[in-house]
């Protein structure tokens, strides 16, 4: 059995995710064999596996970071939000059903998995199992935790933070972001908020989003380890570029955010302006990452029809709730707004659940169960969705380039005519459609997108013909290798992951009963 470690963190984007990866490139750049773990995962941010498998995309980019292929054992629970009460729980990459968090929390039941039992225990079963089999693969194992491990509501159905370590027998660093600041009286008091067993676990901390001289940090890291008994690992510092992949957008807003490449100015003579609708529920608003890698593109999140006005494409994005997110477009004039852009031969682009919503009618009774809805009637499409999900990792060619995606559907597309094919979708004018995720991160179609969406803007933009997306990811994994490598006590760390929690850990009380 290979040693482990559990990253946790004080609050939910604490940076365990970043972390988590950074300690796995920094581990296989020493020649260990790694992977990322993360039992249960709450995101609308997904990926598909080779083997059909969906996972958290987080996951998957820390599997890129172990230079790993990713796969279902990564993360064997997948909670996919329907709402504020609701989630799709996704369970070894294929969905078993919609609960509530009532039921999925708080009667300690939850989802059946198909084996024997049922609800918390048979879940933990199923991590743990996962868990084992890939620490009977790899050298060491880095599991991420979720949220806060003194969640004291949920420690009685926990199977990704304290319960997994307990389970698992693995020693637990806890991460704090110290921008936000109040770092020393979380993990004071995350820690002092667990029970005496938990605590035994928790080795030590990891101040994460330093800026300034870590001189000035070490009076209070020295009283922390006094009051605590624990040491600190390391002090990140604060880099920017660095939230790839984030999890999800709940939990940060993304109106009015703008992403853009600091990497060169315009290769052309233009910017180009992407609004993107931060629709309800959005999923995979990764997609407009590499549109944001290039230089001279800048990407907006919008939510008012008049921020469309200078845009040079609008991107409807996916979702987990393609009605839903339909009208709310209506409700606030977007539709109208995009509707009236095709008329003017504007560019438009709806990647899955936008690209359903660009058809002319939306029979759903399943997500919804709203019956049949009448779609922006731009593309010559009819959606009916199915109970049974698609979970796909095509290729193809598209405006005769190469494309990659991955799809996460349950809507099934009839396509009924267009200007021309585009990938799985269609063209009609200047409004173009596809269920496929992940595409615009091939160069090549990238380029070719864009040029022609500046061709048909206006605009005297030209695609940079050296960016290279799967290079620049690369690049932000080393980074964060390089932190870990150059910030953190590694010694410590591989000792940590090699020989499990010191022994005599003092107990912070009052601790959980």
Not at 75 to 103: M, T, W
Not at 158 to 181: F, H, K, Q, S, Y
Not at 298 to 316: G, K, M, N, S
Not at 338 to 354: F, K, S, W, Y
Request: glycine share 14%; charged share 25%.
């Amino acid at each position: 059995m290979s040693g482990g470690l559990l990253v946790a963190g004080t609050t939910s984007d604490a940076g365990k995710s970043v972390v988590t990866a950074g300690i796995c490139r920094w581990l296989v750049r020493q020649g260990v064999k790694v992977a990322p773990f993360k039992a249960q995962n709450m995101s609308l941010n997904s990926f598909v596996t080779h083997e059909g498998a969906e996972i958290g995309r987080a996951q998957a980019m820390q599997a890129q970071a172990a230079r790993v292929e990713p796969s279902a054992l990564m993360n064997p629970v997948l909670l996919k939000p329907g709402s504020d009460r609701s989630s799709q729980v996704v369970v070894l990459g294929r969905p078993v059903g919609e609960f509530s968090a009532r039921g999925y929390f708080g009667d300690g039941r939850g989802p059946r998995t198909g084996g024997p039992g049922g609800g918390r225990e048979e879940l933990l079963r199923t991590v743990v199992q996962c868990l084992d089999e890939l620490r009977d693969t790899y050298d060491a194992v880095i599991c991420e935790g979720a949220g806060s491990p003194a969640e004291i509501n949920l420690r009685r159905t926990d199977i990704v933070n304290m319960g997994l370590a307990g389970a698992a027998r693995l020693p637990v660093v806890v991460v704090g972001d110290i921008d936000r600041g109040g770092v020393f009286a979380s993990f004071f008091g995350t820690t002092a908020l667990l029970s005496r067993e938990d605590q035994a676990l928790v080795a030590g901390y990891l101040v994460n989003k330093f800026r300034g001289d870590v001189s000035l940090l070490e009076p209070g890291l020295e009283t922390l380890r006094g009051l605590t008994g624990r040491r600190t690992y390391g002090v990140l510092p604060y880099r920017n570029g660095l939230g790839i992949d984030e999890e999800d957008g709940l939990r940060v807003s993304l109106r009015g955010a703008v992403r853009e490449s600091a990497v060169a100015p315009p290769h052309g003579e233009d910017l180009l302006r992407v609004a993107v609708a931060a629709v309800p529920l959005m999923s995979n608003f990764t997609d407009v990452d590499a549109l944001a890698a290039e230089p001279g593109v800048v990407v907006r999140f919008v939510d008012r029809p008049e921020e469309l006005t200078d845009a040079d494409l609008v991107i409807l994005p996916g979702t987990r709730g393609t009605v839903r997110a339909l009208a709310w477009l209506r409700e606030r004039g977007i539709a109208d707004a995009v509707v009236r852009r095709a008329a003017e031969g504007r560019p438009v682009l709806g990647i899955c659940g936008g690209f359903q919503m660009l058809g002319e009618r939306i029979e759903d009774d399943v997500e919804s169960r709203a019956g049949t809805v009448p779609g922006l009637g731009l593309l010559p499409v009819r959606v009916r969705f199915a109970t049974g999900k698609t979970l796909a990792r095509p290729a193809g060619r598209a405006l005769g380039e190469h494309v990659d995606g991955y799809e996460i559907h349950h809507g099934v597309a009839d396509v009924a005519g267009g200007d021309e094919p585009f990938l799985d979708g269609c063209r009609t004018g200047s409004v173009w459609g596809t269920h496929w995720h992940g595409s615009l991160e091939s160069d090549g179609f990238r380029r070719a997108f864009l040029s022609r969406i500046a061709q048909v803007a206006g605009r005297r933009f030209i695609p940079a013909p050296g960016t290279d997306f799967a290079a620049l990811r690369e690049r932000q994994l080393d980074a964060l290798g390089d932190l870990v490598e150059e910030h953190a006590d590694t010694a410590a760390l591989l000792r940590l992951i090699e020989d499990g929690v010191p022994a005599g850990l003092p107990f912070l009380p009052p601790g959980a009963p």
